[in-house]
Structures are given as structure tokens and as C-alpha cells.
């Protein structure tokens, strides 16, 4: 098992640009989730699915867009790059006993 | 919604003094509380984590305890070693590992 993938790694946009970090599981699980990390203030929670063809709204969802087409890929998008989405964004899934598999993350710098 | 704090924002001690980090929650339906070790560009790792049902669980030198009438829980790391220098983030989430809420994190430095 590859676990959970992202890509990319890094990305630099400018304001206004719109791009799509991806994000992919083999591990065959419902529930996955994008959280962004932002210094002195821990993971956000942006959006999750709980299954394919579901999606909801976490804490911090404005900006961001997400689908499920299959249970294993949950794209996140962003429709307008702007400066306040400068972070690091983690894409997880989780499985049996609740384990949450994280992914390496991906590193944004909107200017 | 759920709200996580955590203290202290940084922690110094000693190699080998035991070191302590708390959070407190505010939704009483949370069920179950994650402690996770991020070290500089890494992802999060799970180091232990605790459900309602249980006070107090421990894995080696690591600990986890939990209140619910007070609605804490702490990270207790016992023997520190200079391997243990990370950030640490607490959370807690009403539906197991979903949506889980974190606290800002606390700095740990063990001095050699």
C-alpha cells in the first residue's frame, strides 16, 4: 500500500489563480478529510467526505472546493489563490480502530 | 463547535525529567482525544490516543489521561530523551478519528 498520497509537494500561485492539490488512498477507506496547518495554530479542518459522492464543510471551508467521484481520490481546489491561503495542506483518511493516515503534505505559498 | 486548547505553547526540560502537556475541551459529546508528535516538515504521527470510556491509558514512556466531568486530558512523557524535541497537538473529535479539532500545538525541547 501506498498509504495516502499529495501532490504537489510545493506549489507557488499567484492571487487570483486557481490550481488543485490531489490527493489519493489504496487503502480502500470512506472517510477522508483536508486539514490545513498554519503556524502557532494546529490543523484546520477544511472539508471531509465520508464516502464517495459525499462531501461537507469542516471549520475553515471558504475558498476551497472538493468533490468525491471515487473512494480513492479527494481533490482539493481552490478557486481564487489568495495571500490567506498561504499554508501547508494535509490530505488524511481514515481507517479501521480510527486510525488516521496523513499524508506528506503539501506545501502553498500564495503571493 | 468543539473548541481545543493547549498549554503550555512551549516546554524546556531537562533529559530525563518527565514533561506534561494539557487540553481542555468544550463539547462534552467528544468521544475521543488523539496526541500527535510532528517533528520540522513531517507529518503528524499518532502517539497515542485515548476514547471516553477509558481514564487513563500508557504506552511505555508516554501517557495519556482523561477527565470528563472536568473535560481535560494530558500527554504525560516520562525518562524525556533529546528525541523527544517536537511539537505536539492534542485533539478531540465527537465521531472517533473524524473531524477531529486540534489545539495549537506545544513546542517540546529536551536539553541534553
Known amino acids: 500500500n501506498a498509504g495516502v498520497t499529495q501532490t504537489p509537494k510545493f506549489q507557488v500561485l499567484k492571487t487570483g489563480q486557481s490550481m488543485t492539490l490531489q490527493c489519493a488512498q489504496d487503502m480502500n477507506h470512506e472517510y477522508m478529510s483536508w486539514y490545513r496547518q498554519d503556524p502557532g495554530m494546529g490543523l484546520r479542518l477544511i472539508h471531509y467526505?465520508?464516502?464517495?459522492?459525499?462531501?461537507d464543510q469542516g471549520e475553515v471551508p471558504n475558498g476551497y472546493n472538493v468533490s468525491r467521484s471515487t473512494t480513492e481520490d479527494f481533490p482539493l481546489r481552490l478557486l481564487s489563490a489568495a495571500p490567506s491561503q498561504t499554508s501547508v495542506y494535509f490530505c488524511a483518511s481514515v481507517g479501521s480502530g480510527n486510525t488516521i493516515y496523513f499524508g506528506e503534505g503539501s506545501w502553498l505559498t500564495v503571493v | 463547535g468543539e473548541n481545543v486548547e493547549q498549554h503550555p505553547s512551549t516546554l524546556s526540560v531537562q533529559e530525563g525529567d518527565s514533561a506534561v502537556i494539557k487540553c481542555t475541551y468544550s463539547d462534552s459529546a467528544s468521544n475521543y482525544f488523539p496526541w500527535y508528535k510532528q517533528e520540522l516538515g513531517k507529518r503528524p504521527q499518532l502517539i497515542i490516543d485515548?476514547?471516553?470510556?477509558?481514564g487513563e491509558k500508557k504506552d511505555q514512556r508516554i501517557a495519556v489521561t482523561l477527565n470528563k466531568t472536568a473535560k481535560h486530558f494530558s500527554l504525560h512523557i516520562t525518562e524525556t530523551q533529546p528525541e523527544d524535541s517536537a511539537v505536539y497537538f492534542c485533539a478531540a473529535s465527537v465521531q472517533y478519528g473524524n473531524k477531529l479539532v486540534f489545539g495549537a500545538g506545544t513546542i517540546l525541547r529536551v536539553k541534553s
Open positions: 485515548i476514547r471516553s470510556n477509558v
Open positions: 467526505s465520508v464516502g464517495a459522492g459525499i462531501t
